[in-house]
């Protein structure tokens, strides 16, 4: 057997993200996994063709026939993807609006009802509230804090609860195993967004949801460089994310995996010390006079840090976390402004910090934290308080 041939699967996270799916190319030895940058792919024979087209139609794996369907370096990315998520299968799209509606779409039809928390990303509340109606897909949204709300909302049609495992922005965390009790008792999938976390703090597929997603383009990226969507649960499952997938064209380039495939192997010692960092930031934001609250998991002030504790990696609570100053909208672009290190932006999950202030959520300033020196970061806080006293 070839050095390559190791099975790694049951092998520590950061092994599994920097071995699983690579292998020298067989043609020019070349270590790291080429760009496949083609639309299609050449056969000997109308014959063997033939087959191919057969055997891709029941998705058989690394059979490539035509690249909005399957790519080489797609598959490896995929295989990185299911080993971090604990899955059977992953499919990975152009971005994660993509992997939501993938996943929404392969599981809902007109008529079906769908239950969704009601603390989401904006695109995926305008996908609740008006693109799937306008399918004749009936949505409600609910507060999931209260698991009884969700039983409450259930219905004879209701085929789907989706939410956001840990909410954006206001970092609501949701019981995924007692949810995924009630889904299942009633016949429902559970569709879980774990973009907040990223399978090094959370999997939700071991806690009971059936398929979980992301908006890879965040900590599976984690360098603010590509666009990238993940989907992951059961075979049977990702085949019919994969027949919508087709269809509906939301395949990823083939130079967008590769450089998701480079980020994933640095993904457990990014999150670890995005970690680290806004455990220490949001300890230090609670000292602050200037500061109302801080809402971080890791924090006893949490009201879901125990279910925290219970259902994370130990010692891991995430890099995201929000602050509300004393005062109102002035004071918070005072600080924001008066900030260095971190830029003022949407997205997370970047290596470098990234800071949101939200007017839209009562002036919640929302942190991406990054992989930066901590005090430097402390510090730069610190003169920005300085400066709203001038």
């Not at 790519?71 to 059977?88: F, I, Q, R």
């Not at 939501?100 to 609740?128: E, P, R, W």
């Not at 027949?243 to 993904?267: A, E, K, M």
Request: glycine share 6%.
């Amino acid at each position: 057997m070839s050095r390559y041939d190791t099975d790694f699967s049951n092998m520590g996270m950061m092994t599994r993200a920097i071995k699983i799916g690579d292998a020298p190319d067989p043609v020019t030895h070349a270590l790291n996994t080429p760009i496949y940058e083609t639309s299609t792919f050449g056969y000997e024979t109308a014959e063997e063709y033939d087959e191919m087209l057969a055997r891709g139609a029941e998705w058989e794996p690394d059979l490539y026939i035509y690249s909005r369907t399957t790519n080489p370096t797609t598959t490896v990315l995929e295989n990185k993807v299911k080993s971090m998520e604990g899955a059977e299968d992953a499919v990975i799209t152009a971005c994660g609006m993509a992997a939501i509606s993938n996943a929404l779409l392969a599981n809902l039809k007109a008529g079906d009802h769908v239950i969704c928390s009601d603390d989401t990303f904006m695109c995926t509340s305008s996908m609740f509230a008006e693109v799937l109606p306008g399918f004749g897909i009936e949505t409600d949204r609910v507060e999931i804090l209260d698991e009884s709300n969700i039983e409450k909302a259930i219905k004879p049609n209701t085929k789907v609860i989706y939410l956001e495992a840990l909410s954006n922005p206001q970092l609501k965390l949701a019981n995924l195993p007692k949810i995924a009790e009630i889904a299942h008792a009633h016949g429902c999938k559970f569709i879980v967004d774990n973009t907040f976390l990223s399978p090094v703090v959370m999997r939700p597929l071991a806690l009971g949801a059936d398929i979980v997603v992301h908006s890879g383009t965040k900590y599976y990226v984690g360098h603010g460089d590509s666009l990238c969507g993940v989907v992951a649960g059961s075979r049977e499952d990702m085949n019919r994310v994969r027949f919508i997938y087709d269809n509906l064209g939301s395949h990823i380039s083939p130079f967008s995996s590769w450089l998701t495939i480079r980020s994933v192997r640095t993904l457990p010692l990014r999150v670890e010390r995005q970690c680290q960092n806004a455990m220490a930031l949001a300890k230090w934001f609670e000292t602050r006079p200037e500061v109302e609250f801080v809402t971080y998991p890791g924090l006893e002030s949490h009201a879901q840090h125990d279910l925290a504790t219970s259902m994370f990696t130990p010692g891991l609570y995430g890099g995201m976390l929000c602050i509300h100053l004393k005062g109102g909208y002035e004071e918070m672009c005072r600080f924001a402004d008066a900030t260095r290190i971190p830029p003022v932006g949407t997205s997370l999950g970047d290596v470098q910090t990234l800071m949101f202030p939200k007017s839209a959520y009562n002036n919640l300033i929302r942190f991406s934290v990054g992989c930066e020196d901590v005090n430097d970061l402390i510090a730069d806080f610190e003169q920005a308080f300085a400066k709203m006293k001038e």
